[in-house]
């Protein structure tokens, strides 16, 4: 019996409309962690965006890595737009992964 693997495209911020980070996971929970602790390198690290503000989840890689690229190609505004729609108080989302 094949299990159905899950990944998830998901926004992180530096805080309320602050910079925003948009990736692609197959463990949100321990990517979000990843984030925070500083453990990887880059554009995260460097500019501290680790507040889980948005996720979207799916069972198929090619449309999580696609609406991922979809994603980072939009509008600033469109981003925002989104965040704000399903989760306005700007609130971390981490807290409440299972």
Same mark, same amino acid.
């Given at each position: 019996?094949?299990?159905?693997?899950?990944?998830?495209?998901?926004?992180? =911020? @530096?805080? *309320?409309? #602050?910079?925003?980070?948009? #990736?692609?996971? @197959?463990?949100?929970? %321990? $990517?979000?962690?990843?984030?925070?602790? #500083?453990? $990887?390198? #880059?554009?995260? +690290?460097?500019?501290?965006?680790?507040? &889980?503000?948005?996720?979207?989840?799916?069972?198929?890689?090619? @449309? =999580?890595?696609? $609406?991922? %690229?979809?994603?980072?190609?939009?509008? *600033?505004?469109?981003? &925002?737009?989104?965040? !704000? +729609? !399903?989760?306005?108080?700007?609130?971390? &989302?981490?807290?409440? &992964?299972?």
């Amino acid at each position: 019996m094949k299990t159905e693997k899950i990944y998830y495209i998901y926004i992180t =911020a @530096s805080k *309320r409309n #602050g910079t925003l980070y948009i #990736g692609v996971t @197959s463990n949100l929970r %321990k $990517r979000i962690h990843e984030h925070k602790k #500083g453990i $990887r390198d #880059g554009f995260t +690290k460097k500019y501290k965006v680790d507040q &889980l503000v948005y996720f979207e989840v799916t069972n198929d890689i090619n @449309s =999580a890595i696609q $609406r991922e %690229k979809q994603m980072k190609k939009w509008k *600033r505004e469109w981003k &925002l737009k989104l965040i !704000e +729609k !399903e989760n306005p108080c700007w609130i971390d &989302l981490y807290c409440n &992964l299972e």
